[in-house]
């Protein structure tokens, strides 16, 4: 069974701060990771990608993540908030094979103070 | 290019109606999943074709619940007899291929309230 935990249902940051977005998983294999972003009245977007290759992964707009097996953590990171970073923001783990869904945390809400 | 594209964007039903749900993936996609997002949630799972096969139908809640896509393209999930407790955002994504890493490609998503 695959699972994923958003801690903190609502982060707020002040522009220009730092950005960050925490996401364990649990999985029995080795998990791909995801992390979507979703402006309101619009599907999700995907920000960046975990697939086994390098830990550190660079996306869309500045974010980046890194996958920690250790830990079982995906945090998401960007060094300075814009304004238009303000949406939720969700997590997923796939564990592979014939298993082809993802799971999503239950999200977080970034909200970007001026 | 086009992206996934779901109609209606938003549907108010009577409790007890049938509702039926239109996805439009991207052209050429293989995979095709629907998802159940309620209010304050993440995505939940319902069900996922392979072209027209669909191989997986485990998250469907209820028997009330029916998808299909019979010609490996458009896709449409079916609600009998709406309850309030169906009322949620029901997503849409397609990707290339069957590979689990492959990128899954959202729609805009229906809202659907039951009365």
């Known amino acids: 069974a695959q699972s994923v935990t958003q801690l903190g249902s609502h982060v707020s940051v002040s522009e220009g701060a730092l950005v960050l977005l925490r996401c364990n998983y649990s999985?029995?294999?080795?998990?791909?990771l995801f992390w979507y972003v979703q402006y309101p009245n619009q599907g999700l977007q995907l920000l960046l990608k975990?697939?086994?290759?390098?830990?550190l992964v660079k996306g869309i707009n500045g974010f980046e993540a890194e996958f920690k097996k250790s830990e079982t953590s995906f945090h998401l990171t960007k060094p300075s908030a814009h304004m238009s970073d303000a949406a939720e923001y969700f997590c997923a783990v796939n564990s592979g094979g014939s298993n082809y869904k993802l799971t999503f945390g239950k999200g977080t809400l970034l909200t970007v103070n001026p | 290019g086009a992206g996934v594209s779901q109609s209606p964007r938003y549907k108010v039903a009577k409790r007890g109606q049938d509702v039926a749900l239109r996805c439009d993936p991207i052209?050429?996609?293989?995979?095709l999943f629907w998802y159940q997002q309620a209010l304050g949630q993440g995505p939940e799972f319902l069900t996922y074709?392979?072209?027209?096969?669909?191989?997986?139908k485990s998250g469907l809640p209820s028997d009330r619940f029916f998808a299909e896509r019979p010609e490996g393209s458009v896709s449409t999930l079916k609600i009998q007899r709406t309850q309030q407790e169906d009322s949620a955002v029901y997503l849409c994504?397609?990707?290339?291929?069957?590979?689990?890493?492959?990128?899954?490609?959202f729609g805009p998503g229906t809202r659907l309230t039951v009365l």
């Open positions: 994504a397609s990707s290339l291929d069957i590979r689990p890493t492959d990128t899954q490609y």
């Open positions: 074709f392979q072209n027209e096969a669909q191989l997986d």
């Open positions: 999985s029995s294999v080795p998990p791909y």
């Open positions: 975990y697939t086994s290759a390098a830990t």
């Open positions: 052209s050429g996609h293989v995979s």
